[in-house]
């Protein structure tokens, strides 16, 4: 519903620079890192070995998914110090997660449980909706093999920390 919203208004109202899947992008990764905060205030109020574990295993997905996103951005259309911008603006969401979280962990105990689908959903579906379809009408082998090794590392990296 928000792709067809953005898209509608995107392409009906003024010619934009910046491609649509940029805005879906940057609200995703803002709910994402919300969430993100939550785990980690969640985690902190369990147990302070659990929290300090928790914030790593968070920073070891977020820095390498960040700079995925710039890329992302930069490929969408933005300017490289703005998609920084952005990208850094949408990281303090988790800052945000962290103290709400704290603050009202009495009354928000299971909602992660209905967050965590809806921020992976949004990733899922900008991926497969608009990300890999441009992947896949690059004409060079040598790019779609490039892309396809990334994607197997990164495979294996979640296969490595899921064992470690």
């Not at 659990?50 to 070891?60: K, Q, S």
């Not at 704290?102 to 497969?128: D, R």
Request: glycine share 10%; with cysteine; charged share 15%.
């Amino acid at each position: 519903m928000l792709e067809q919203f953005i898209h509608w208004h995107h392409c009906h109202k003024v010619r934009h620079e910046l491609k649509a899947f940029s805005y879906l992008k940057l609200i995703g990764d803002g709910v994402h890192n919300f969430i993100d905060g939550l785990i980690i205030a969640g985690s902190f109020l369990v147990n302070v070995n659990l929290g300090i574990v928790t914030t790593l295993a968070v920073a070891m997905h977020e820095i390498p998914q960040e700079v995925g996103d710039f890329g992302v951005l930069v490929y969408g259309g933005m300017k490289k110090m703005r998609a920084l911008e952005f990208n850094f603006l949408m990281a303090t969401t988790a800052i945000l997660g962290g103290v709400l979280g704290f603050f009202l962990s009495g009354f928000i105990g299971g909602s992660t449980v209905f967050l965590l689908p809806f921020a992976a959903g949004n990733f899922i579906y900008i991926a497969s909706s608009d990300l890999i379809p441009e992947i896949k009408n690059k004409e060079s082998l040598k790019k779609s093999l490039l892309h396809f090794l990334v994607f197997v590392l990164g495979i294996l990296f979640m296969l490595l920390i899921k064992m470690v």
